[in-house]
């Protein structure tokens, strides 16, 4: 089963896990694993071999031809003491493919964070390089105590407490003899240079203060006359025309008749 992590794949992933947590346990003899690169896909790591007899027989696995990586479990400290420690192995074999190693420089990054826990990560090219003293002294280093340094030293297997020392006498101290005077002239002793007085801060300087001019009297405006009404032009009422009164025609005056004198029958 192929499982990614980041740029890589993990084959047999549960596998791989339950070999670090073996070597990372205190109760379980396995001290180191060793995890190659699957031929058949690029970038996938898996497990190689385990085993439970250190650095020297884990170095057995890295041939001039290998690349890939190593994790390894050593105990530090004296023998008051016993601290595990992990070591994170890059190997880059002198035979190994130029491409392959060109990959590893960035793929083994996400490698040591899969890994996670380890005190100290080396690279090598070669097997003799891996040297459980130079090894040690890098954990030692790393972890900033030296278990050296205490009352108690591991000598042949053993641990030795340093010999008492033995008790020191007081004896009376001799006064010291005059010293005989030089002959040759002591050269003249150098004046004290003079050390430089920091000038003091100039006093701060207050501006005067400048008076605020008075305001200037406010003229209250001048009511604005109230608007004239103009008087409407009173309505000019057209005179109406006088009657004509037509002048009546003068009543014609008949003719009158002459009378006719009867004429009297005869």
Not at 153 to 176: F, Q
């Amino acid at each position: 089963m192929i499982t990614p992590f980041g740029t890589i794949e993990i084959k047999d992933k549960a596998r791989l896990d339950e070999a670090l947590a073996a070597v990372r346990s205190d109760s379980d003899p396995t001290s180191w694993l060793v995890m190659s690169y699957d031929q058949s896909r690029q970038g996938c790591i898996q497990l190689k071999a385990t085993g439970q007899g250190g650095v020297n027989e884990m170095k057995e696995h890295f041939e001039s031809a290998f690349y890939g990586y190593g994790y390894l479990r050593v105990i530090s400290g004296d023998a008051e003491s016993h601290r595990p420690k992990f070591v994170f192995i890059i190997f880059q074999g002198e035979n190994a493919p130029a491409l392959k190693k060109g990959r590893m420089s960035f793929q083994s990054k996400v490698v040591e964070q899969y890994v996670k826990h380890f005190h100290v990560s080396v690279q090598v090219s070669s097997a003799s390089d891996l040297v459980e003293d130079d090894l040690m002294l890098k954990v030692k280093r790393c972890s900033g105590a030296d278990y050296d340094a205490g009352s108690n030293k591991l000598i042949d297997g053993y641990i030795r407490s340093p010999a008492p020392s033995s008790p020191s006498v007081s004896r009376p101290m001799a006064s010291p003899s005059p010293s005989p005077k030089a002959t040759s002239p002591s050269p003249p002793a150098e004046e004290p240079k003079p050390v430089p007085v920091p000038a003091p801060a100039p006093a701060p300087v207050e501006e005067p203060k400048q008076e605020e001019p008075a305001p200037a009297p406010v003229e209250e405006a001048a009511p604005a006359p109230a608007p004239v009404e103009e008087a409407a032009p009173a309505p000019v009422e057209e005179a109406a025309p006088a009657p004509v009164e037509e002048a009546a025609p003068a009543p014609a005056e008949e003719p009158k008749q002459e009378e006719v004198a009867p004429v009297e029958s005869q």
